[in-house]
């Protein structure tokens, strides 16, 4: 049986190329708005990161209504690092909307989805936006496309799949990229005559794959799936499965809500094809399967690639430990880290060394970065080492992750690129000219990238467009370069002073203004060239009957450099932490004592 009433697809692109800007205008083309409402943009970034960083996190549900006919939706991020948010919620749907920016084309994450959803054998319609961007190259973009769609071996129903040209901030839609379109209604169409309606039986037993994890301060607990199969109802009685293992237990459904627009609507009961968001199972996780008690079947979940790249999350033990935090101890922080699991599946934690350590693995810098910033967020306090490669033995052979990097920069600054690309192994692919930009292609080692992205900014004045994601694992390269400064560290506790900044900044750049708390050990700064420099900051002037201690006030201080906790996470070395609190970050060496440090050096030599 089908449901002629209903659609199940995603909206799946590269970052910024518009996907939560489309679903704003099928949402508010679909009757989910009043006339009269106030509607932030991009509203299903609902986030507070998300809003701050401009890009789609998590992925998130919505429903649009069209002719009759209910439009399940689901936004994913874009940005390839949450690639595992994308790969988890592909079980619950039929079809895809492949989103491409009419100028950029496709790049690393429209591969690696379109990929997921080809192997699904999920049917396609070809959106290509921003139609009315400068510069925009509809036909070169459309024969990309199918260039990548024969590369990733579609079938001959998914390469002669429907195109539509959008406009999505502006709400239109034709399937004609030379006339203009008045709305979305050529692309509500498509998806009801192209994407298949939801196939089940309402009479058979129940079966409901769990593919998301949401909660509500409420009820708790809410699971997020498709009904594969039967009819989900009210207080009833289920067993949750899973593939993996022959675990089972059972549990009660106590609420169910459909999506509607930005809301859930409590129901009593839903059928097969229905996503829906329940509630009642405590403990339930992404990949298990609810069923009923008399039929325990459970549904094979997607392979979620394996996370690249790792860092170590510890207890906090510096000598500002405990000042700014709420959550301080290991179990708070081995709590924390273990829950995020329940609904990361592209994350893994396992415990470290000692009692106060853990191994945190995920996709890339950013993934991590996220959840970093998330749990300063909530009040914990903890510290993190620099970020290492996950690598592998393949056949006896020691191998390392590989990325597919792709650079877009004026083409002046293409001498540059090419010259740090060698000296971090990077190897041409492909080079494209577009206008008077360079579109460049490089495979190169992940531990390459590791701290680039900064100097890639700087090096192209903020011009320079760069993405990456996973290649494959190939045998070890050769060394990398480190990073070319050495660090200004503190040589004893105290404040900083004007005085004391002013001195030290003689030697490099400073991160800090007069009056911070710092400890001896932290670094406030960096120098020009290799080797760590010990610096007082907290000194003062002393005062004599010839000179007052306020002279200071004269003296002319550099605006300090302040970083991001992307920068930051960058910055680190091997010997250094970085300190993360909800109201501060400090850089510190692992080894707080100079004469320790010293002591250390020498006999490393």
Known sequence: MTRSDLRNIAIIAHVDHGKTTLVDALLRQGGAFRENQYVPDCVMDNNDLERER?????????????KGVKINIVDTPGHADFSGEVERVLKMINGVVLLVDAFEGPMPQTRFVLQKALDMNHKIIICINKIDKSGARPHDVLDEIYNLLLDLNANGEQIDSPIVYCNGRAGTASLDMNTPGDSLAPLFDTIISHIDPPAGEDAADLQVLVSAIDYSEYVGRLAIGRIERGELIQNQDVVICNAH?????????????????????????????????????????????????????????????????????????????????????????????????????????????????????????????????????????????????????????????MEKLIIDVPDNNVGTIMEQMGRR?????????????????????????????????????????????????????????????????????????????????????????????????????????????????????????MRASGSDDALRLENPRKFSLEECIEFIEQDEQLEVTPQSLRIRKIILDHGERLRKQSKAK
């Open 54 to 66: 401009g890009i789609t996190i998590l992925a998130k549900n919505t429903a649009a209504q069209y």
């Open 245 to 401: 293992n022959k675990n089972t237990y059972k549990a009660k459904i106590t609420n169910i809500y459909q999506f509607d627009g930005l809301k859930r609507v409590a129901v009593t009961s839903a059928k097969a094809g229905d996503i829906v968001c329940f509630s009642g199972i405590e403990n339930v996780t992404i990949g298990e399967t609810v069923c009923t008690p008399n039929h325990i079947e459970p549904v094979n979940f997607v392979k979620i690639s394996e996370p690249t790249l790792q860092m170590i999350f510890s207890v906090n033990n510096s000598p500002f430990a405990g000042r700014e935090g709420k959550f301080v101890t290991s179990r708070h922080l081995r709590a924390r880290l273990y829950r995020e699991l329940l609904k990361d599946v592209s994350l893994k934690v396992t415990d470290g060394a000692t009692t106060d350590e853990f191994i945190v693995s995920g996709r890339g810098e950013i993934h991590l970065s996220i959840l970093i910033e998330n749990m300063r967020r909530e009040g914990y306090e903890f510290q993190v080492n620099t970020p290492k490669v996950i690598n592998k033995v393949i056949d006896g052979v020691l191998c390392e992750p």
């Open 425 to 545: 192994q990077g190897e041409l692919v492909t080079m494209n000219p577009m206008n008077s930009r360079i579109k460049m292609e490089f495979v190169i080692p992940a531990r390459g990238l590791l701290g680039y992205r900064c100097d890639f900014m700087t090096e192209t004045k903020g011009e320079g467009i760069m993405n990456s994601i996973f290649y494959g694992y190939e045998p070890m390269k050769g060394n990398m370069p480190t990073r070319p400064y050495g660090a200004l560290v503190a040589f004893e506790t105290g404040e900083t002073t004007t005085y004391g900044l002013f001195n030290a900044q003689e030697r490099g750049v400073l991160f800090l203004d007069p009056g911070v708390k710092v400890y001896a050990g932290q670094v406030v700064g960096y120098a020009p060239k290799l080797g760590d420099i010990s610096v007082n900051v907290c000194k003062k002037k002393h005062v004599t009957n």
